[in-house]
């Protein structure tokens, strides 16, 4: 089964979940529920879908999308958004709020992870570029631009520094980094 299957189930189900939480039997509704679900931006594609098929699946709920960096999110919940299922990118998004007791413990659950990957133009594109192959590649001068998520709002900001830390290339790039809140 490919990843984005099984995110999409186990999303479905966390959602199916928190949805059997809050609607009153049919019999006793009178409007519609809501639910709003604040999640990383790398889940947008996977969760609109996911909120497509469960709004048609149940009518009488309406689910309310928040996407954007997993820190923005965080701090959204701390000034007292109003959240029901926040799906955070980063562990440390969480265990920050669990420990200020923003989010219920017990249903935290792990249902994915990401892998860091590096994309750049494909041979022969690009302004005199040289051919990025490996890591290390991105501290030759030619390379005058690095675009990564912001490594204080965005996890995979702060995957990607770490990586480039752990192959001591951080100090000889750091300075063609742009930033980006989402990516």
Known sequence: MEKSHLVMIIAAVILVGIAA??????SQAEENTEITVSA???????FTEI???FEAQNPDVDVNMNFAGS????????AGAPIDVFASASQKHMNILEEAQLIDSDTRNNFAENSLVMIVPASGEGD???NILILEDLADVSVTRIAIGDPEVAPVG?????????????DNVSEKMI???TV
């Open 40 to 46: 990383a931006a790398s889940l947008t594609e996977s």
């Open 71 to 78: 820190g923005s999110l965080r701090m959204q919940i701390e």
């Open 158 to 170: 702060r995957y990607a520094k770490g990586a480039l830390e752990e192959a001591s290339l951080w």
């Open 179 to 181: 930033y980006a809140e």
């Open 51 to 53: 909120e497509q098929e």
């Open 21 to 26: 939480m809050l609607v009153m039997p049919s």
């Open 128 to 130: 005199g570029e040289k």
